[in-house]
């Protein structure tokens, strides 16, 4: 099972800057998801074990997704925080391949909360 600790959230005013980490117990491919309050979950970033990067299309040009493989850690860097991005930040990893489920396993940190207000 792949642990995962989350770490950087807060409370932060409109144009700020934020750094999200996520400490994994092993390697994997990673990426950072939000949910807030009445919304469905949703994928911000993603980033393989070899480095390549998804972002969505509400955070392009303001997230920076990294990891340090040899530190088992992700990154999320967040600058021009805009109220919208207000949620709980979650950090998800991939396991191995169920073959009872037929489904890569999931790995979910318990989440850090974001407050983009003045």
């Known amino acids: 099972q792949v642990q995962l600790e989350e770490s950087g959230g807060g409370l932060v005013q409109p144009g700020g800057s934020l750094r999200l980490s996520c400490v994994a117990s092993?390697?994997?491919?990673m990426g950072w998801y939000r949910q807030a309050p009445g919304k469905q979950r949703e994928l911000v970033a993603s980033?393989?074990?070899?480095?390549?990067?998804k972002y969505s299309d509400s955070v392009k040009g303001r997230f920076t997704i990294s990891r340090d493989n040899a530190k088992n850690t992700a990154y999320l860097q967040m600058s021009s925080l805009e109220p919208e991005d207000t949620a709980v930040y979650y950090c998800?990893?991939?396991?191995?391949?169920?073959?009872?489920?037929?489904?890569?396993?999931?790995?979910w940190g318990k989440g850090t909360l974001v407050t983009v207000s003045s």
């Open positions: 092993e390697r994997a491919p």
């Open positions: 980033i393989s074990s070899s480095g390549w990067i």
């Open positions: 998800h990893a991939q396991g191995p391949f169920n073959i009872a489920t037929m489904t890569f396993e999931d790995y």
